[in-house]
């Protein structure tokens, strides 16, 4: 009788019948025998809480007893059914099931508690700190804790993941009281699931105003700590936090932190993919070797600000804390280059380029972002981008000369593009910048109609806009001093370009030879320019040979001030 008792209440649960249900149990079948379990190993409790569909003190309550710890063939305790259950079961009835059973797991690893977070509970404070009962150290055959198995969503990602129950505590819909993630921290911080993440990563990766209370305790004991790709918890602050305060960036950048991930990107370039608010520039000492890491495409930290739209006073910090704006990704762009780029797609994208300053503003932020230069190698960085994408006919027709100057004046020259013929000459003397015209030539930023005109000394005149427009160019000028140094000091090809160089900037005037005089210059470099040389006759047919004629080793070995006109590669004569 008692066996078509409990067939009946199987029946009556699992259909949802709750009137038969409620006889069932008010005639006591299975009450006596709470702890008999079927095939699979269930007890009428664990049914009960699996498939009802009505009030759970009628038939629930009547069911809880000695059976609470009783495992199904998979593990599973009468608790574990009641966190799985859809419909929320009342409190009571919770901590009457809990027992000993919040401790118990199931043939996967998982607590109670791990069910709870699975499936969003939501529970009251004290239930959950009841069920985080016990030590949260306890390893399995497998060697992981209960809770590195916690709250993952299915059984096959919680034995492969490894996750803690703090973890998914940190990603749970359910919002976890502050107090009980302090109390959940315990020793279980530098736990790491099978990716190798910590919990300070998934609460950097869910960052939210909760965040705030508790990440300072999880970055005391794990903020160096790294998951299988090598990414540290910098990392996953800077990817994943938005305006996430500068003194907990502070708090991970430390020296220890200055390690490769998989794909070789650094905590600071992947932050850059992801936009971090900041208003300091001073994130604490500087950690250039960090910020100038380099990842499989050749970025750096810098190349990601610029690239995502990473705030200026965050570009700002990046540069105060060492980046070396002259490293140059796998397709051979720098930082500045980039930052062009981007600065002019903004313009196109637009359509127009109005505010052309406002538009251009990274590009204006890194240039003088430092006080002292931020490029110092003048030649090496070539930014062929702002050609591509029309950056200077832009200023050209704008004359808008402070980009212009920014760029060039640190020692950025573009290459001419020769498939458009598009000549920087002409443009940097077109708007009167004999200042920065030193560097378009002295860097060969020359396209091959320029080298053609400057072959006759006669077209000497065509390059001297500023000088007829400006006849008394002041002699004692900085940028005219400098580039008479330059003139007895620079390596070849660039000698070959030093006379023309030289030569505008004196100008044409009908005081030139005064001006030549008063030149602190050589005098057989003052007799040259004043064309008072004697010269020799070269035959066309030889130029091409000119090259030869000088040996740039040789050249090199040469104490300065060089003779740098005993060769003279261009024009109708060969200086001797």
């Not at 009342?90 to 809990?98: F, Y």
């Not at 990046?318 to 140059?328: P, R, S």
């Not at 053609?452 to 001093?481: C, E, G, I, W």
């Not at 035959?539 to 050249?555: G, H, L, T």
């Amino acid at each position: 009788m008692n066996q078509n008792k409990e067939t009946a209440l199987t029946l009556a649960m699992t259909r949802g019948a709750n009137p038969i249900l409620k006889d069932l149990i008010m005639a006591g079948a299975f009450i006596k025998h709470p702890k008999a379990q079927y095939e699979d190993g269930r007890t009428a409790l664990m049914i009960a809480l699996q498939s009802y569909k009505g009030s759970p003190d009628t038939y629930i309550q009547p069911l809880i007893g000695d059976s609470c710890n009783v495992q199904d063939t998979d593990g599973k305790t009468a608790l574990m059914y009641a966190m799985s259950h859809t419909c929320d079961i009342p409190n009571h009835l919770i901590l009457q099931m809990i027992g000993d059973s919040q401790n118990i797991q199931d043939n996967d690893g998982k607590t109670a508690l791990m069910y709870a977070f699975i499936h969003n509970k939501q529970l009251s404070e004290k239930m959950i700190e009841r069920l985080n009962g016990g030590d949260p150290l306890i390893q399995d055959k497998s060697g992981k804790t209960a809770l590195m198995y916690a709250l993952q969503l299915n059984r096959r990602l919680a034995y492969k993941e490894g996750k803690t129950a703090l973890m998914y505590a940190l990603t749970s819909k359910t919002r976890v009281p502050t107090t009980l993630v302090m109390k959940m921290i315990g020793n279980s911080h530098n736990l790491q699931d099978k990716d190798g993440k910590t919990a300070l990563m998934y609460a950097l990766q869910n960052y939210n105003d909760q965040s705030y209370t508790f990440i300072d305790e999880l970055i005391a004991g794990s903020s160096n700590i790294q998951d299988k790709d090598g990414k540290t918890a910098l990392m996953y602050a800077l990817i994943y936090a938005r305006n996430i305060p500068v003194r907990f960036l502070k708090q991970l950048l430390c020296p220890s932190q200055n390690k490769h991930n998989k794909g070789v990107r650094n905590a600071l370039v992947l932050g850059s993919e992801r936009a971090v608010s900041s208003t300091e520039c001073s994130m604490g000492p500087h950690n250039g070797d960090l910020i100038n890491v380099q990842d499989s495409v050749g970025k750096t930290a810098l190349h990601y600000a610029i690239e995502h739209g990473q705030d200026t006073d965050y570009m700002k910090c990046i540069v105060l804390h060492g980046a070396n704006l002259e490293v140059q990704d796998n397709k051979g762009q720098t930082a500045l280059m980039l930052c062009v780029e981007v600065d002019t797609r903004v313009i196109q994208q637009n359509g127009y380029v109005k505010g052309l300053k406002k538009h251009f503003r990274k590009t204006i932020t890194l240039l003088r972002c430092n006080a002292i230069p931020i490029l110092n190698s003048r030649g090496k960085e070539k930014i062929f981008s702002t050609i591509k994408n029309g950056l200077f006919n832009s200023m050209n027709l704008f004359k808008n000369k402070d980009i212009f100057r920014l760029i060039i004046a640190n020692g950025v020259v573009p290459f001419p593009d020769f498939r458009f013929k598009f000549s920087t000459l002409s443009l940097v003397l077109k708007h009167n910048q004999t200042d920065v015209t030193k560097y378009v030539i002295a860097n060969m930023c020359l396209t091959n109609d320029d080298l053609k005109m400057m072959k006759n000394f006669k077209n000497l005149k065509t390059l001297n806009y500023n000088a007829r427009n400006h006849p008394h160019v002041d002699l004692s000028s900085p940028d005219l001093q400098h580039l008479l140094s330059d003139a007895t000091s620079q390596p070849w090809p660039l000698v070959k370009l030093s006379f023309i160089a030289v030569n505008s900037a004196v100008g044409h005037g009908v005081d030139r030879e005064h001006r030549i005089k008063m030149l602190p210059l050589p005098n057989p470099i003052k007799d040259m320019l004043m064309f008072n040389t004697r010269t020799a006759l070269l035959p066309v047919s030889e130029w091409a040979n000119i090259p030869m004629i000088f040996d740039p080793a040789e050249y090199e070995k040469t104490s300065r001030p060089r003779p740098l006109l005993n060769y003279w590669p261009f024009g109708e004569v060969l200086v001797v």
